[in-house]
């Protein structure tokens, strides 16, 4: 997806509620709302009990930076790919079950 700073996201969803954004940091964003641009990470869901987790690593000698997936155990084919969003991002959304509920 496109890498947003901050001020751009915040630009783009003055209201924050960008449905396919992930805040890979406090200073970047990931904006995966163009398909077409973006990998099927896009669809990872949340749960409170994920398969999965990201991690945000630093480019050697850039100042870029990637996100990286990782299973937290194996992963059965066509089982879903989950992983917990956090409390920040349900942070002033309306109550909604999505998953499994949480």
């Known amino acids: 997806g496109e890498v947003l700073t901050q001020e751009e996201y915040l630009a783009r969803y003055p209201d924050e509620d960008a449905r396919y954004v992930l805040a890979a940091s406090a200073d970047w964003n990931i904006d995966a709302a163009e398909a077409g641009s973006s990998s ?13 987790y990201y991690h945000v690593e630093r480019v050697r000698r850039s100042p870029a930076r990637r996100v990286s997936f990782y299973t937290l155990r194996p992963v059965r084919p066509g089982e879903e790919l989950l992983f917990d969003y956090g409390k920040e991002f349900w942070r002033g959304r309306c109550e909604e079950q999505v998953g499994d509920g949480t």
């Open 40 to 52: 099927l990470l896009r669809y990872v869901n949340h749960s409170s009990s994920p398969n999965c």
